[in-house]
Nanobody
Framework: QVQLVQSGGGLVQAGDFLKLSCAASGRSITNPTIGWFRQAPGKEREFVSATRWIPFATDNADSVKDRFVTSRDAIKKTQYLHMSRLEPEVTAIYYC?????????????????WGQGTQVTVSS
């Protein structure tokens, strides 16, 4: 089994910066694709970003390009979603997910493991 534990999130003001973390534990996995999704109240789950580091491949939703960036700490087995210039429209619960085989995909049902989610709220 693979566990993904998320941290970060919270309440910030428009224009602020926030970093979400997604730490993997459990059985060792090799070169997974880590995806980020979000779900706002009353809306469907929405793709945000996905990255596989080796070989490198990434995909980002048009709505977050140039504002959201992913990074990782391979030793800590932790992925990060750096969110800048936040706007109230991005308020949602953010989830990270791991896909063990294959590169980035926007289909949430192709990810086998999920974090518990973390709330991001941006006030105007």
């Amino acid at each position: 089994q693979v566990q993904l534990v998320q941290s970060g999130g919270g309440l910030v003001q428009a224009g602020d910066f926030l970093k979400l973390s997604c730490a993997a534990s459990g059985r060792s996995i090799t070169n997974p694709t880590i995806g980020w999704f979000r779900q706002a109240p009353g809306k469907e789950r929405e793709f945000v970003s996905a990255t596989r580091w080796i070989p490198f491949a990434t995909d980002n939703a048009d709505s977050v390009k140039d504002r959201f960036v992913t990074s990782r700490d391979a030793i800590k087995k932790t992925q990060y979603l750096h969110m800048s210039r936040l706007e109230p429209e991005v308020t949602a619960i953010y989830y990270c997910a791991a896909r063990l085989r294959g590169g980035p995909t926007r289909n949430w049902n192709e990810y086998e493991y999920w974090g518990q989610g973390t709330q991001v709220t941006v006030s105007s």
